[in-house]
Every structure is written in structure tokens, then in C-alpha cells.
């Protein structure tokens, strides 16, 4: 299996591979000296077969070790800074754009507070959002520039991520959280900010607010000193060029503590945005985050985690089929109800294949807790039964999904017995069936959160943080035909 | 059960002083880093008391609302019997205001601050399979294992059942 599943793999693996391309002579040369030998030639058959052997698992690991070459990561934030929660996308032209919260420098304590609009809140979190590109060709991810406009406006958590996407224009569309000040309220708020570049990455323009400013102060019911939060963001971006965004809005918050979901829509490719809609009233997980996909002509699909009953964090998936001028009801992705007053931080990923949309999501409910996958028909989002993506974990989070065609993939972290890691999976039939989980072999190191995208080219691109460095690394489906339950 | 009962009623009755400082509790005002190795120091002097290790944020508010309670059940139980372990999610890069924080908000919370990497890495000194939600609280009971885990806001009259059921 793991010939066809290009890997970084360890020295460890690697010097077996030049051991064994050593024996390769050896055994060849022992081989024609025995069959020299009257008394050896009956053993002939039985020194070539041995020959074969040797040299199979030899090719065994050119085969790999080539495949290191194309799939070796590389970093793409900068060893001495503390990066988290990586997203990534890949332009027409094969470059590949990520960005990530910086921290501050390692060992330095974080900065103190950089307001759009000044003031603070307890809930802080003074990051910058960067970004570097990785152009074909190159060995490596370009220096990186800041988005933000001002050090330290980013309300950067690893379960707050950014999100990135690129357009068929090559445009790069960027939504992340920041730190403000409502002017209405004069009170600290977390407002997500929408920012893009229309030249490849180079220069990125001014950001806007994407939220309207909240009038209310709801110190009391968030508390922490932070008034309001629109935040917890997701962007698609469709074949026209549409750009949607959602947020997680805590306008109309009551001490039932549910958050609305919010839409905004460009459709010039985000050089305007129509007004914001409130998609969702007061009956969404207010921590749980949102995603988004595109699909066809005019597909679009959000996910959110629906409080239903008794404080169960449902999980649901709502369908447009027109570009996002009305919303179907939500559909939930099953499972068992989980029942939770807290912060369950749990987003659910999703990817589209023809006619098919799929969703993957943690459930803290399962036993063990871990990830959930289920796939609905587009045209009537009625899903399956949910199935474990990971039986074999202990616990598994974070989920990642692309597509390309019918093939699938999902990334995620997940423990099973020894330290967390990242693992994924790919189905090359939409979903009906998956290759066994593969892990990226990370030893001791400190990794999580996987984000995925993929190429024109027909690749698959792997990002995640390591011991708060983000890496990157190309995968490659394996041959069709392998399919195994 | 009638004696763990009697138990836990002597102990809210019974307390003769408030709670100082125990030998093992640091200064409230200040948050200590806590890695690895200081949970399971910490862990393992506590054995002989029921434990209640709480992991809270800034940024969980069901955390925050939760913590009053938690320091009520403090301020009831002996510090001979009963042991507060918070721990505070936040990075601990944010030492600096979270403890301006925690001294706003929560001036008596005794708490450490997670000083690994990430959260996973602390939790799974005490759940190899924590999986990243808050609050979450464990109770160990007076040999030190792990009785229960308990995650979201829960009640205080939930937390006294479990303590009780925990050998208080």
C-alpha cells in the first residue's frame, strides 16, 4: 500500500532504501557466480528468484524514495516565529497560497493590544495573518507578508482559523477574524475582515469589515470584556467568480448564548459585496465555526452546528442551488445527539463531488469521539448514515475534505496510540468506498490541523502546523482500480 | 452512599477556617506555567484528596461562567480533602494578560497556565483522548485516578454528586 501513497518519509526509510540498493550488485554478482558452478546449477532458479526478490524491494524504494522528492514538505512560515491554524489554496497556475496566524517570535511573550479602532478586550489574541506563496518550480515558499494592515489586529486562534480560496481569475480571496471596536457601542468586538489580491499574491488589498458594526453590548453574556464577536468564518468562491463568506454573528444574543449565521455575497469577484444577510436566526453553536464549497453552475453548501433541544450541537449542512440568492433548510449530517454546554470548536468539512455532497465532522458524543463522514445526494440533502472515517482512533478532530472528479480526500489529526498525527484517506469513487487511513510519519512532534486544496494539475495539496511551523506537502491520489472497503 | 454523604455534610459544616493557602497552592495573583512534568508533580501530591482538575479559557465563556461554582465548592470543602486544579487553555505566551484577567474577574482562581505547545499535549498527561472541548474537568478520587470527566457547564449540585460519588 504504501508504494502508491507518495509520503514524506523519514531517514529511517530511507536508508533501508540505500541499503538495499547496495545489496542489488552484490546479489546479482553471487547469483552468476553460483550458476558458474556445475554443482549450483540446480540452485539457479531458486539465486535468481532470491535475485528478484532483492531487486523488487530495491525498486521498491527508488519508487519511494522518488516519491520523497515530489512529496517532501516544505515550510512555509518561518522556523523561528510561532505560526497556527494554516489554510490553504491553489491558483490556475499552480502556485499555492497559504496563510496562517503568526504569534509573535519564539519566545516572546504576545503583544499587547492593536485594535481596529483601539481599545481591548480580555479575549485576546494580538496576532498577524501572513502569507507566502510557493510557485511552481521553486524550491520553496516565498518571504511572507503581513495581511493585516497593522501589527497585531488579528484575533488569532488555532480554532479561529482563516480561510483562503482562489477564483478562476487567479484572484486570492482571504477572510480572517480581527480585533476592533464597534463605533456604535465604543465596546472591544471580533469582526471578520474579507482582503484579496488580483496580482498572484503580491500585493493584497486594504481589508473591509465584512459584518455590520453591533449595536448592543453583550459584555455580560459573553463576558471577558469582549462586547460582540461576528467571527468563525467561511468562504467559497464559485466558477463565475461569486465570492460567498458566512460568519457565526452574535447580534440578538440572549442568555440562551446561540449566535445567528451570517452571508455576504461579491459577485465581481469581491471587488463589491451585497449587504450582509442574516441566514440563520439565534439557534446556532456560537463556537462551533462554519465552512463553505461551491459546486457546478450555482451550487453552494454552508455548515454550522445547529443547537437543537436541550443544548445538542447538531451538525447540518444548508444547499442553495442558486448561487446563493435562497438557502434550503438545514440538513442535519447524523450521528449521535451530542449534548453540550461549552465550546465544542468542532467545524464541519465539507467537499463536492458530481451530484454529491460530503461532510465530515467530529462528535464528542461517538465512543470514542471522533470523526463523522456522510454523503447526500445534492439534489435532496438527505444524508446517509454516518460512518467513522477513522475506526481505528482514539480520538480524531480537525477534519480537511477536497475533491477532484470522484476522488476524495480527507486529512484530520488523530490519536491512536501514541502521539497526535495527521492522517488521511482517499476514496476514488465519491465517497462509496476508502483506501485505508494513511499517517504522515511525524514522530514526537506537536502537529494539527490539517487544511487541504487542490491543483489544476489534478494533485492534492496538504497543509498543517508542526511544533508552530506550518508545513506543506503535495499528495498524489493513487492509481485507480485499488479501491478496498 | 449515606457515608459519603455524612462525609461531604461534615465537611461543608465542620470547616472551621477558610481556606488559606495550602502548601501546594501558589500565589492566585500570579499563573504558573504548567507542563508535563508539573501536572503530574502536581497530580501526584495531591493523591489523598479528591482532585477536580478544571481546563478553562478566556475565550470559553461556559468556562467562565462555570468557575464561580467551582471556586464555591473550593471555599466549602477542607483543603485537606478536596483540591482545585485549574488550568488555563489559554497560550501561554499570554501569561501576561490573562493573569490580568483571571485577577479581573477570578482574584482568588488559583490556576496554571498550559505551557506545552498545545493543549493535547498537557491533557493527555490525564486523558490520552481528550478531544479539545471546554470546560472539560476530570475527578480523581483520593488514590489518585481519574472517577470521572465531565465535559460542558454543569451544575454546582452536579460537581457535589460527583465529588461525593469520588470518595469525599
Redesign the interface.
Known amino acids: 500500500m504504501v508504494a502508491y501513497h507518495t509520503q514524506r518519509l523519514g531517514r529511517a526509510q530511507l536508508s533501508r532504501g540505500a541499503r538495499l540498493l547496495k545489496r542489488v550488485p552484490a546479489a546479482l554478482l553471487s547469483a552468476l557466480n553460483r550458476a558458474m558452478q556445475p554443482e549450483h546449477r540446480d540452485s539457479l532458479k531458486s539465486s535468481c528468484s532470491r535475485f528478484l526478490t532483492v531487486a523488487a524491494a530495491a525498486m521498491f524504494s527508488i519508487v519511494g524514495a522518488t516519491a520523497l522528492h515530489a512529496a517532501e514538505s516544505v515550510s512555509a512560515s518561518a522556523a523561528d516565529r510561532?505560526a497556527q491554524a494554516p489554510a490553504v489554496a491553489v491558483t490556475k497556475d499552480g502556485t499555492v497560497h497559504a496563510i496562517w496566524f503568526d504569534?509573535?517570535a519564539v519566545g516572546?511573550?504576545?503583544r499587547?493590544g492593536a485594535h481596529v479602532g483601539g481599545g481591548r478586550h480580555?479575549?485576546?489574541?494580538f496576532a498577524d495573518l501572513r502569507y507566502a506563496r510557493w510557485v511552481p518550480g521553486e524550491a520553496g515558499f516565498s518571504e511572507s507578508i503581513r495581511i493585516n494592515p497593522e501589527p497585531g489586529q488579528v484575533w488569532g486562534?488555532?480554532i479561529s482559523r482563516p480561510v483562503i480560496a482562489a477564483d478562476s481569475e487567479g484572484r486570492i480571496h482571504i477572510v480572517y477574524p480581527g480585533n476592533g471596536t464597534s463605533p456604535k457601542t465604543g465596546k472591544s468586538v471580533a469582526s471578520s475582515f474579507y482582503s484579496r489580491s488580483i496580482d498572484g499574491g503580491q500585493q493584497f488589498e486594504e481589508p473591509i469589515q465584512l459584518n455590520g458594526d453591533p449595536d448592543e453590548d453583550l459584555s455580560a453574556?459573553?463576558?471577558?470584556?469582549l462586547a460582540q464577536a461576528q467571527v468563525f468564518t467561511a468562504i467559497a468562491v464559485s466558477e463565475q467568480g461569486a465570492v460567498h463568506t458566512f460568519w457565526l454573528d452574535t447580534r440578538g444574543m440572549t442568555e440562551s448564548?446561540r449566535a445567528a449565521l451570517y452571508y455576504r455575497r461579491s459577485d465581481d469577484g469581491g471587488a463589491r459585496f451585497e449587504e450582509e444577510v442574516r441566514l440563520q436566526e439565534n439557534d446556532q453553536c456560537?463556537?462551533c465555526q462554519v465552512s463553505a464549497v461551491t459546486s457546478g453552475q450555482s451550487s453552494l453548501f454552508v455548515s454550522a452546528r445547529q443547537i437543537t433541544g436541550d443544548?445538542i450541537r447538531t451538525p447540518t449542512v444548508m444547499h442553495s442551488d442558486d448561487n446563493g440568492a435562497s438557502f434550503g433548510a438545514p440538513a442535519e449530517t447524523g450521528g449521535t445527539p451530542w449534548?453540550?454546554?461549552?465550546?465544542?470548536?468542532?467545524l464541519t468539512a465539507m467537499a463536492t463531488t458530481p451530484d454529491t455532497i460530503h461532510s465530515l465532522v467530529?462528535n464528542?458524543a461517538e465512543d470514542?469521539?471522533g470523526l463523522l463522514y456522510a454523503r447526500s445526494a445534492q439534489r435532496d440533502m438527505r444524508f446517509l448514515p454516518p460512518q467513522k472515517i477513522h475506526p481505528e482512533a482514539?480520538?480524531s478532530?480537525s477534519p480537511a475534505m477536497v475533491s477532484i472528479g470522484d476522488t476524495l480526500l480527507a486529512a484530520w489529526h488523530a490519536?491512536v496510540d501514541g502521539p497526535?498525527r495527521i492522517f488521511y484517506r482517499f476514496s476514488l469513487d465519491g465517497g462509496e468506498n476508502f483506501l485505508p487511513v494513511q499517517a504522515l510519519p511525524t514522530g514526537e512532534a506537536?502537529v494539527?490541523y490539517p487544511a487541504l486544496a487542490t491543483t489544476p494539475d489534478g494533485r492534492f495539496v496538504l497543509a498543517w502546523q508542526e511544533?508552530?511551523v506550518i508545513q506543506v506537502m503535495y499528495l498524489d491520489a493513487p492509481p485507480q482500480g485499488v479501491a478496498l472497503r | 452512599m449515606m457515608r459519603p454523604i455524612a462525609r461531604l455534610l461534615a465537611a461543608f459544616t465542620l470547616a472551621v477556617a477558610p481556606v488559606g493557602l495550602a502548601s501546594d497552592q501558589h500565589d492566585p495573583g500570579i499563573l504558573v506555567p504548567m507542563d508535563r512534568d508539573t501536572l503530574r508533580g502536581e497530580l501526584s501530591s495531591s493523591e489523598g484528596r479528591v482532585v477536580l482538575v478544571n481546563l478553562w479559557a478566556t475565550w470559553c465563556t461556559p468556562c467562565l461562567r462555570e468557575i464561580p461554582d467551582l471556586l464555591a465548592l473550593e471555599a466549602e470543602l477542607p483543603a485537606s480533602d478536596f483540591r482545585l486544579l485549574a488550568i488555563s487553555m489559554d497560550d501561554a505566551y499570554s501569561e501576561g494578560w490573562v493573569t490580568e484577567f483571571k485577577g479581573k474577574h477570578f482574584p482568588t482562581l488559583v490556576s496554571f497556565i498550559n505551557a506545552e505547545l498545545d493543549m493535547d499535549t498537557l491533557v493527555s498527561v490525564i486523558d490520552p483522548v481528550w478531544n479539545e472541548t471546554l470546560p472539560t474537568s476530570y475527578i480523581f478520587n483520593r488514590e489518585g485516578e481519574v472517577v470521572k470527566k465531565v465535559q460542558g457547564k454543569k451544575p454546582i449540585a452536579f460537581f457535589r454528586e460527583q465529588l461525593v460519588a469520588a470518595g469525599l
Open positions: 510561532r504569534k509573535g516572546e511573550a504576545d499587547k480580555s479575549h485576546q489574541a486562534f488555532s453574556l459573553i463576558m471577558g470584556g448564548m456560537p463556537c443544548n449534548r453540550l454546554e461549552g465550546c465544542p470548536l468542532k467530529h464528542g470514542p469521539p482514539a480520538v478532530d490519536k497526535r506537536s494539527g511544533n508552530e
